[in-house]
């Protein structure tokens, strides 16, 4: 079974800055099958990167994903007030099939 | 425009069961694997269960597996028997991202319908 891990748990962060988040498999994960979503309290989970550096439709591209491996990494260049959120990774595998990350939460 | 909609949620007591819906409309919905993924308040997200387009195949995560059984036909189910606290959450329906596999990611969700077990 492949665990995710995420750091930090919480970033604490002003408008402007820049975000980096961490996404550590405790195996190595094919880069096609490492994803990252954005969730707003109250809201559904929103797919911002897929195979690991892919942008998927509609995302700004302040939101890039690079890694490989074991590591994988989802930078915001520069936050804009909407990004506050928390960010989970996910990766396809065996068993289980879909694995999430415990979530990083980018905040004021 | 892709929309799912779940449905079927509410109040249950444990030992008892509850059959969600999601009606999914905006795409070719036998080209393409879904999934339930379920969040429990206050916390992370955790998948659940999976289908392939034609509704074959089907997967489950150790903590259903044996309770729970997905299905569809022009609409995605989550038929969840046994239910304990546990459980209670909100259930996503969510749609692959791709065409193949199980989609490998989850490019559309709904809103998500909550599901609380207790007595």
């Known amino acids: 079974e492949i665990v995710l891990t995420q750091s930090p748990g919480t970033l604490s962060l002003s408008p402007g800055e820049r975000a980096t988040l961490s996404c550590r498999a405790s195996?190595?994960?094919?880069?096609?099958?490492l994803a990252w979503y954005q969730q707003k309290p109250g809201q559904a989970p929103r797919l911002l990167i897929y195979a690991a550096s892919s942008r998927a439709t509609g995302i700004p591209d302040r939101f890039s994903g690079s890694g490989s491996g074991t590591d994988f990494t989802l930078t915001i260049s520069r936050l804009e007030p909407e990004d506050f959120a928390v960010y989970y990774c996910?990766?396809?595998?065996?068993?289980?099939?879909?694995?999430f990350g415990p979530g990083t939460k980018v905040d004021i | 425009e892709v929309q799912l909609l779940e449905s079927g949620g509410g109040l249950v007591q444990p030992g008892g069961s509850l059959r969600l819906s999601c009606a999914a409309s905006?795409?070719?919905?036998?080209?393409?694997?879904m999934s339930w993924v379920r969040q429990a308040p206050g916390k992370g997200l955790e998948w659940v269960s999976a289908?392939?387009?034609?509704?074959g195949s089907t997967y489950y995560a150790d903590s259903v597996k044996g309770r729970f059984t997905i299905s569809r036909d022009n609409s995605m189910y989550l038929r969840m028997n046994s239910l304990r606290a546990e459980d209670t959450a909100v259930y996503f329906c969510a749609k692959g991202g791709a065409s193949y596999s199980y989609g490998l990611h989850f490019d559309h969700w709904g809103q998500g319908t909550l599901v609380t077990v207790s007595s």
């Open positions: 289908i392939s387009g034609s509704g």
């Open positions: 996910q990766q396809y595998g065996s068993s289980p099939l879909f694995t």
């Open positions: 905006g795409f070719t919905f036998s080209s393409y694997a």
């Open positions: 195996q190595s994960v094919s880069s096609s099958y």
